[in-house]
């Protein structure tokens, strides 16, 4: 599948703001590191990687708005799309020299009605890119153009059995999550499944997801910028995505339950009793 311009737009503005962060990572104990919240770091390579994807999306699509983790929301022409970027997702990783990290941009469109499900004015993601600056792979997908790593067509697992599945996840961490809530999942779900796996890097989880070396995934207390682009992966490559109540979005934020449309049935099952209990 050739790549579209908006695409070659987006993995340019990746792989330039990438570069920048494999020369800091190789340098982590210089980095300037100021604290953003409880145990939520913010450092001078993300905000580099941050203002180098912008400098790139807005030479290339000047009309366009953004939502950036560092810099919030700048507008653009209500009438077109925008982007949405997480510069660094995986800081705590990057930060402890722990090579597993990403960057995520995805294009959101403005809704159709002038409002959307959530009154935002804003509707479905249609592109997305995730670049893992480490071992140099670009994920991307297009709204109908299906879900790729480089130029090999990506597609969901297709296990249908709890006890052979792997599945990723996000623990909570101080002034972040519900520990309760995620243990009662965790208790329902773990003793189900081959293994679940906690790497730090959501957007990364989901783009594995569509790959197939993850089977299912869950995560609360997300941002938009975590999980647009590798939703939109996860349901190119042929994946269910939803919220915890089973419902379907153009966007999902706080929580994401993502695998196979069998696997997903299983695990909702699994995770809606664990919340009514």
């Known amino acids: 599948m050739a790549l579209s ?4 737009v987006m993995e340019r503005a990746a792989r330039k703001a990438g570069g920048r ?30 203002r180098t994807i912008y400098d790139e999306l807005i030479h290339a699509r000047p009309d366009w708005g953004f939502v950036m983790e560092e810099a919030g929301t700048i507008e653009g022409d209500p009438g077109k799309p925008r982007w949405i970027v997480d510069p660094l997702d995986g800081t705590s990783n990057f930060l402890h ?18 409002k959307g499900p959530d009154g935002s004015g804003w509707g479905e993601v249609t592109a997305g890119v995730v670049y893992q600056p480490i071992t140099d792979e670009t994920f991307w997908a297009e709204k109908s153009r299906g879900a790729w790593l480089q130029d090999a067509r990506l597609r969901v697992s297709s296990r249908s059995r709890l006890p052979e599945s792997l599945i990723a996840t996000g623990i909570p961490y101080g002034g972040h999550g519900d520990f309760g809530e995620w243990g009662r999942i965790f208790a329902a779900i773990g003793p189900q499944v081959a293994g679940i796996r906690r790497y730090g890097a959501a957007s990364l989880d989901l783009a594995w997801l569509a790959a197939g070396r993850f ?31 089973g419902r379907t979005q153009p966007i999902h934020a706080k929580q994401v339950l993502a695998a196979n ?15 009514k209990a």
């Open 5 to 8: 311009g908006l695409i070659r």
């Open 21 to 50: 962060l494999r020369r800091d990572f190789g340098e982590i104990e210089h980095l300037q590191v100021s604290r953003k919240g409880p145990s939520d770091f913010v450092s001078k390579a993300d905000r580099a990687a941050e």
């Open 97 to 114: 020299g722990i090579p597993h990290f990403a960057i995520s941009i995805a294009v959101q469109e403005p809704a159709l009605d002038g």
């Open 215 to 245: 089977d299912g995934f869950w995560e609360s207390d997300l941002a938009l910028w975590d999980t647009a682009a590798g939703c939109l992966l996860v349901r190119e490559a042929g994946g269910f995505v939803s919220d915890y109540r």
């Open 261 to 275: 449309d069998t696997l997903h049935s299983k695990l909702h099952k699994l995770l809606a009793g664990a919340l």
